[in-house]
C-alpha cells in the first residue's frame, strides 16, 4: 500500500515536465538513475511533441539482461513506437529479479521508477501497463499482485509466480501469453492438462465465471493464438489467456496487438 500511496502523491503533485523540465538526458542505452543508484532505461514514442500525456509500458526484462535490451528490442519497443507509448525498462538488481514471495525490495524499486517517471514526463496515470519476460514477466506478475491497484493493465509473456498466492492488490485488466512447449519457464498445466490454469490466480482473485474460448487468431502467419477471456468476473475486472504452440520466446506481434486492444485502436503489425 505504501508505494502505491507514494506514486499517487506524485502523480497529483505538478511534476517537473510541466516547467517543460522532463528528462532529456537519458535514452535508450543511457539509464535514467535514482538517488539509490539503481537506474531504469526510456525510449519516446515516434513523433511524440513533448508534452501530449502518454500511456507508460513498464517492462521487466529477462534473467542476465538488463533494461537497454527492451528499449531496442523490435517486439518491444518497436509496438510501443508506433502506438504513442512511452517504454521505461528497469535494470534488476544483478540483471534479475527477486519475484519468488513478497519479501522482495524490487517492488518498492519498481515504484519509485513509476514515481521518478511520474515525476520525469507527462504521463497518462489512467493507462499505466506493466509487462516482462520470462524472469520478467514473474516480476511483472509479482508488481501486480503485490501494488498492483493503479496499474490498468499486466501483460505477462512466458512467465507466473504461483497461482496458489493470495495478491493484496491488483490490475483492472489481466493479458498472459505462454507456449505449450515452453521447457524454460514451464507451462503451467493444470489438472488433466488444463490449459488455462496459468491464470487461475486472477480467476479466483477476480471472482469470474466460465471462460469463453474465442476464434484462434494470428498476427505473423507461421503462429495461432488459441484465445480464452473471461469478461464476467464480479470485480467488473477482465482476464484474457492467450496459448501457442511454440516454446520460450517473445511472439512476433503480441505486445502490439495487446495495446492496440487496450488502447482500442485497430489491430495492425507491427
Known amino acids: 500500500m505504501k508505494y502505491a500511496i507514494a506514486l499517487l502523491l506524485v502523480l497529483v503533485t505538478l511534476p517537473a515536465h510541466a516547467k517543460g523540465l522532463w528528462k532529456r538526458d537519458c535514452q535508450l542505452d543511457v539509464p535514467c538513475l535514482l538517488e539509490d543508484g539503481r537506474s531504469y532505461h526510456v525510449k519516446f514514442p515516434d513523433g511524440w511533441d513533448g508534452t501530449t500525456p502518454l500511456p507508460v509500458l ?8 538488463t533494461g537497454a535490451l527492451p528499449v531496442q528490442h523490435q517486439r518491444i519497443s518497436g509496438a510501443t513506437r508506433r502506438r504513442g507509448v512511452l517504454l521505461i525498462a528497469p535494470n534488476g538488481a544483478r540483471k534479475t529479479w527477486d519475484f519468488w ?10 515504484a519509485a521508477v513509476l514515481a521518478d517517471v511520474a ?8 493507462r499505466i501497463f506493466v509487462s516482462g519476460y520470462s524472469y520478467g514477466s514473474a516480476m511483472a506478475w509479482r508488481y501486480a499482485c503485490e501494488n498492483g491497484n493503479d496499474v490498468a493493465a499486466l501483460l505477462g509473456i512466458s512467465g507466473t509466480i504461483s497461482q496458489t498466492e493470495n495478491c493484496p492488490q491488483a490490475p483492472r485488466e489481466v493479458r498472459h501469453v505462454h507456449g505449450t512447449n515452453d521447457t524454460v519457464m514451464d507451462f503451467p498445466f493444470g489438472p488433466n492438462g488444463d490449459t488455462t490454469h496459468p491464470v487461475k490466480l486472477w480467476r479466483d482473485a477476480f471472482g469470474c465465471a466460465a471462460g469463453e ?4 487468431y494470428n498476427v505473423v502467419d507461421f503462429l495461432t493464438f488459441e484465445r480464452t477471456t473471461w469478461k464476467n468476473c464480479t470485480s467488473g475486472r477482465k482476464v484474457t489467456l492467450d496459448t501457442h504452440p511454440g516454446g520460450h520466446f517473445i511472439p512476433h506481434g503480441w505486445i502490439g496487438r495487446q495495446l492496440d486492444e487496450l488502447l482500442d485502436r485497430s489491430p495492425t503489425y507491427p
Open 58 to 65: 513498464m517492462h521487466f526484462h529477462g534473467w542476465m539482461r
Open 213 to 216: 474460448a474465442q476464434d484462434p
Open 101 to 110: 514471495n513478497d519479501q522482495t525490495d524490487d517492488v518498492a524499486f519498481a
Open 119 to 126: 515525476a520525469s514526463y507527462p504521463i497518462d496515470p489512467e
